[in-house]
Structures are given as structure tokens and as C-alpha cells.
């Protein structure tokens, strides 16, 4: 970046005000462990190559954005992760949300959902419902998006095991509305990988699980041309306590797992990497964070570009989404947290997200209530609007701090990621624990340091306040729920015609065991109203059922 | 005075263990003898694994809203089955207003976000029921 005549000069200049000025200042390292200096200069970052590391916006190697006009072309999407209690109640959320600038749909499944049971299953008595929306058959699916025309507003399924079923049910609403699926537009997240690493709602073994995630792209790339068929996802593993560095290794190593086991399938990589999108959690240091953006950026271009030997640019962009974060939010003194999600929301913004979701600020108590919720879209929008910071792209770029640590974070995960490759894949790693054991001995690290007031935590563990006590508008799921919900399920049954639903079932079960594309006999199973836990039941004869070995 | 034994269990269908995970290895290295139940635990496996490992003290860790009606269902078990000297005690996302309810079905304590590991570690030692540690002694 510079004439290295001048950066000896500076070099020698640095080394005098170092020797004149007091060295008393205490360590700092972030997050991932890297030390940070008391300050940045030029000769910081005076291997960095302009054309090569970083470029123009919306060009290789994309470090400064996917798109040449980023947020002056289009803003990002505001998309608020929402569900609760029935369908119908969260569909009036839904139209609520659109009515107030939301820009796309993002549906949060209850945990039976989650894991493939049916709410009248036992295991799932007391949580239909509750931490998300229940759906048992497609009528349910039919409800929520009621009066919605899904040709108009993109969704977003944060569903992974069971997502070739409510895939499936998306699919067949869509059709129900008259709406081709050329003309439906969203993300399903299918993950299963992040989900043995750090979500822990998995159903079936790895291998099985990686294939259900590359039918789902095979039959999207074919039949669903606008949809994104999996959302690679470093959330989960952040808040499950990962370190930035790690979040952003073990984020690209499932992703590269993905992409290699879709090429096996001979499918050209610049037909399905387009359409795949990735997910990131912003966290609390604000240039970390915005680092950790910029250089997943730069290494998945070069990922897909010198390891798959992609062409096309679209096939090099990481489109991501960006949720701020759960685990950073305190229960103590939770309108503090307002202040959290817009720090967190502006490092993702600075970082050129395409999709966000900011946290309302009383979700370490509950889900959370319409308030809440509409002060968090509002920050989105006053960042958006108010802030002048979406008027120039990647406006941070050339800080001598942000481009040092953007490389360093690179340098960092590729440690992770050449292990990674060492153990044979994502797949073997998380098989021996590897990425898990990662993952809790830097959240034990964390919160050994947040107890001796190493971390601080404002309320938590200093500027504490022993007489608060937390008035926040209360949301709760009221326990009828369960009880609509079974009826509606009953009836369906009741109703349903037997012999179709057993053939359609048995059909699926073939098809899974000849490793045969599922989706298509996903689909009419869902059609003729077999219910998820009997298509999740199907699958697992053939599948097996995942036991995780305990780690902690 | 025999080591505490802690069975750390995630009972429903919630996956987030982080809390569990952390607090397992605070109580181990407090000391204490731990074991991990895993996710997804029934009230049947629950119990079942406090019996087989003699455990003095439960530790449910719940962060899906379901407590109201999980939580009951594990202290129940553990009564109809004569298990009187158990302390059982939680940790999650439990608002305030349900505490009163938890504690009138058998919940010691409950221990939210941002408690430090040292509290919960403080507290197992001075509530545990001192006949079962002081028994083994002998």
C-alpha cells in the first residue's frame, strides 16, 4: 500500500515514540485471542496489496462489498426472526411486522418443530408452541402464511433436519396461492453440520444429514431457481461461545464440506454456489466484528475461486445474513441492551450484511413482545436512515487498525480450517469433538473472566444495581396453544385419506433407501397431509438416529 | 466428607447446553464429581439417572420457556419414587414471576443469566443435605 521508503521512515519514527513514551499501558487482546496494539500505522499494513487483498466494491476478491453500489443500491433486508404459539398468532405478528417496514419474513419453528416431533408426540408436552411456532401438517403451514402472496416477500425458515419437510410445505402453499416456484424467493438454513458443532437440534447421523442438505440444493438449483437452499451458519456456533476467529474457521468449513459433497454430485459449481448464503453472528467488539465480515468475504472469493475453481463472480460473492447477539444480551438492566444491539447492528452494517436481524432487548427473559420488537426493527431503520453511514461504501477500509485485523482474523481461522482439512473434513472433525471441545472451552474461558471482572459486563458484574428489579413488558405463550394445536392435528387426521398418506410414506422409504433424491416424495407426502413426525419417523428407519458423545 | 455428586441434566427438547457445559466443568473444578446427562432428557431418565449414580444434587439447566410444565414433572417423579434428599436446583432463562411457582414444586433454587459460577458452587455446598455426604464417611 505504501512506498516501503516510507514506511522505514516510520518504522524508525515508531521505535523513537516508543522508547520516549511510558509502556505502563496493560495488555488487551480481543476475542480471539489477538493482542491488539495501543495503536495502528502504516507500517501495519504495508504487505496489503489494494487489487489483490482488497479492491473494489463488488470485486474480486469482494472485501469491500459484493455489490458495486451496496447499500446505495438497494438497503439490506430487515428481517425480524419471529414465531410463537399458533400459526394464526403468528401470522397477525407477520402482517404486523410488514405493516411496519419489515422487509421479509423470517419463521422461528417451536422445538418439537425443531427436532421432527408432532405436538401430539409425548416428548413434546409443554413446548408446543412455546420458543416458536408449531407446525404439525401443511394446513398449519397454510395458516401461517395466510393472506401473505409469497410472490411478493421472501421468507426465511431457520428449520435444519426437518427442512425437506417444511420446505416441502412452503412449496406446496406457494402452489396453493397460484404462485410458481420460480417465482417464490427465501432461505431455508439446513445446516446440519453447525448443528452437531454447537445447535444440538439434530436427528440423524452426519452422513445421512449432509445428504438430506445436498438434495435440498440439487432440487432448488433445478426447480426453485430464486431460493437459497442453505444458510451456513456461524451463529450458533458464536453464542454456543466460539471466539470470533472460530466462529467465522469452522463457518467456512462446513460451507467448503457442502460445496465438495454438491460437486460429487456432479453438479457444475458455478450452477449451485450462487445460490448459497451464509449466516454471522455480531457480537460485542465492534472492529473485531467488522473484520470478521470483511475477511469471510475475501476467503470464501478465494475459496470457491482457487479451491472449486468457480468462474463466475456470483458463484465468489458471501451473501450473509447477520443476527446481533442472543448471548450478549443481560437480564440485569435490560433496556441496556437497546444500546448493545445497535453497536452490534452497526458493526454488521459496517461489515456490508445483506440481511439483519437485530435483538430486542428483552430476549434474555422471554420472546419478545411487540414493543421490544419494534424498537429493534427501529434501530435498523434509524442506522439506515438516520445515520449517513450507508452513504459510502466499506467506509472503514484503509484504517490502518481494521485492515491489520482483517487479516489477522484470515490468518487465524486458517489455522482452524488447515486442521480441519488435516482430519479429513468438517465431518471427521466433529466426529472425534474437535470443533465442540473448541467451542466450550472458550465459552468456560469467557465466563471465567466475566467472573473475576477480566470481561466486563455492564449490570452483570460491575455498575451493578442490587435494588433493580426488571419491569419489562411480560410476553407469555398462553398454555391454550398446546390444546388448539392438538385438535387441529386430530382433526387433520381424522380427516385425511389413510391409504394415501401410508403409500406416500412407503414410497418416501424406498426412495430413501436406494439414496435417491427425497424431496420430490417429501413434497407429496406433505401434500396429502402426512404429518412431519411421520415423515421425520420414515426418514430414521433408514437413517438411524444421532447420539451425541458428551463433551464438556 | 465424600466429594458432592452433581447430575447435570437438560431436560425437553432445548439444545443450547452452553450454560450446562460451563457449569459442569465450574462444579468440577470446584471440587465436586460431575456428570452430564446429554440433551433431551425425559423425567424417566432423569430420575433414573440420579438413582444409578447416587447423585446429591440435580441441576436442570432449561432455556425453552417449557419449565412450567417440565420442571413438575421431574420432581414429581422423584418424589413418587421416594427421593426426598435430592436437592434440585436450575438454571436458564426462568422469569421472575415463575420462581414462586418452581420453588412450591420442589425447586431449591433457580439461577439466571449472569450468575456467577462461584454463586451456584457456594450454594450446592451449604444446601446440599449434609446426611447424605457426611454418611459415606463412616
Partial sequence: ?552 | MKRIKVLVAKPGLDGHDRGAKVICRALRDAGMEVVYSGLEQTSEQIVSAAIQEDADVIGLSILSGAHRVILPSVTKMLKEKGITDVLVIVGGIIPTEDHEFLKRHGIAAIFGPGTPLKKAAEYIRENVNKDRILIEEK
Fill in chain 1, 1 to 552: 500500500m505504501f512506498d516501503s521508503n516510507f514506511v522505514k521512515q516510520i518504522k524508525t519514527k515508531k521505535e523513537k515514540w516508543q522508547e520516549d513514551q511510558s509502556k505502563n499501558v496493560p495488555e488487551r487482546t480481543n476475542s480471539s485471542g489477538i493482542p491488539i496494539n495501543l495503536f495502528y500505522d502504516p507500517s501495519n499494513i504495508d504487505q496489503l496489496n489494494y487489487d489483490k487483498d482488497l479492491c473494489f466494491p463488488g470485486e474480486y476478491p469482494f472485501t469491500r462489498g459484493i455489490h458495486n453500489t451496496m447499500y446505495r443500491g438497494r438497503l439490506w433486508t430487515m428481517r425480524q426472526f419471529s414465531g410463537f404459539g399458533t400459526a394464526e398468532q403468528t401470522n397477525q405478528r407477520y402482517k404486523y411486522l410488514l405493516s411496519e417496514g419489515e422487509t421479509g419474513l423470517s419463521v422461528a419453528f417451536d422445538f418439537p418443530t425443531l427436532k421432527g416431533y408432532d405436538s401430539d408426540d409425548p416428548i413434546s408436552m409443554g413446548e408446543v408452541g412455546v420458543c416458536g411456532v408449531a407446525i404439525d401438517t401443511l394446513k398449519d403451514m397454510e395458516l401461517l402464511f395466510e393472506g401473505i402472496p409469497l410472490d411478493k416477500v421472501t421468507t426465511s425458515m431457520t428449520i435444519n433436519a426437518p427442512t425437506p419437510v417444511l420446505f416441502g410445505m412452503y412449496l406446496a402453499v406457494a402452489e396453493n396461492q397460484g404462485v410458481s416456484w420460480d417465482q417464490i424467493g427465501g432461505t431455508v438454513q439446513n445446516d446440519a453440520l453447525k448443528e452437531f458443532i454447537a445447535q444440538k437440534s439434530f436427528i440423524f447421523p452426519p452422513e445421512p444429514s449432509v445428504k438430506l442438505v445436498i438434495d435440498v440444493i440439487e432440487f432448488c438449483v433445478k426447480y426453485v431457481p430464486r431460493w437459497n437452499p442453505v444458510s451456513i451458519s456461524g451463529y450458533h456456533i458464536r453464542e454456543a461461545g466460539s471466539t470470533a476467529a472460530q466462529e467465522l474457521a469452522f463457518t467456512l468449513s462446513d460451507g467448503l464440506t457442502y460445496v465438495s459433497k454438491t460437486i460429487e454430485r456432479d453438479l457444475d459449481v458455478d450452477i449451485f454456489a450462487p445460490r448459497l448464503s451464509l449466516f454471522f453472528c455480531a457480537h460485542n467488539d465492534f472492529f473485531e466484528e467488522i473484520a470478521k465480515f470483511r475477511a469471510a468475504r475475501r476467503m470464501w472469493a478465494r475459496f470457491m475461486k482457487e479451491r472449486f475453481g468457480a468462474k463466475k463472480d456470483r458463484s465468489m460473492w458471501m451473501r450473509f445474513h447477520t443476527q446481533t447477539s442472543g448471548v450478549a444480551l443481560t437480564a440485569q438492566q435490560p433496556e441496556n441492551n437497546i444500546v448493545r444491539v445497535a453497536l452490534q447492528a452497526l458493526s454488521a452494517v459496517l461489515g456490508g450484511t445483506q440481511s439483519l436481524h437485530t435483538n430486542s432487548f428483552d430476549e434474555a427473559w422471554q420472546l419478545p413482545s411487540e414493543k421490544a420488537v419494534t424498537i429493534a426493527l427501529r434501530t435498523q431503520q434509524i442506522i439506515s436512515h438516520e445515520s449517513g453511514i450507508t452513504a459510502t461504501i466499506d467506509p472503514l477500509a484503509g484504517s490502518y487498525y481494521l485492515e491489520w485485523l482483517t487479516d489477522k482474523i484470515e490468518e487465524e481461522a486458517m489455522k482452524y480450517i488447515d486442521r480441519i482439512d488435516n482430519m479429513g473434513g468438517m465431518i471427521e472433525a466433529l466426529k472425534k469433538g474437535y470443533p465442540q471441545r473448541e467451542i466450550a472451552n472458550s465459552a468456560y474461558e469467557f465466563q471465567k473472566e466475566v467472573d473475576n471482572r477480566k470481561q466486563v459486563i455492564v449490570g452483570v458484574n460491575q455498575f451493578m444495581d442490587e435494588r433493580e428489579e426488571v419491569k419489562i413488558p411480560r410476553f407469555r405463550i398462553d398454555p391454550e396453544v398446546e390444546k388448539v394445536q392438538l385438535e387441529r392435528l386430530k382433526q387433520i387426521k381424522e380427516n385425511r385419506n389413510q391409504e394415501k398418506v401410508l403409500k406416500h410414506l412407503n414410497k418416501l422409504k424406498k426412495a430413501a433407501e436406494s439414496n435417491e433424491n427425497v424431496i420430490p416424495y417429501v413434497l407429496n407426502s406433505v401434500k396429502v397431509f402426512a404429518t412431519l413426525g411421520e415423515i421425520i419417523t420414515t426418514l430414521k428407519e433408514v437413517y438411524g438416529v444421532f447420539k451425541e458423545q458428551i463433551v464438556f
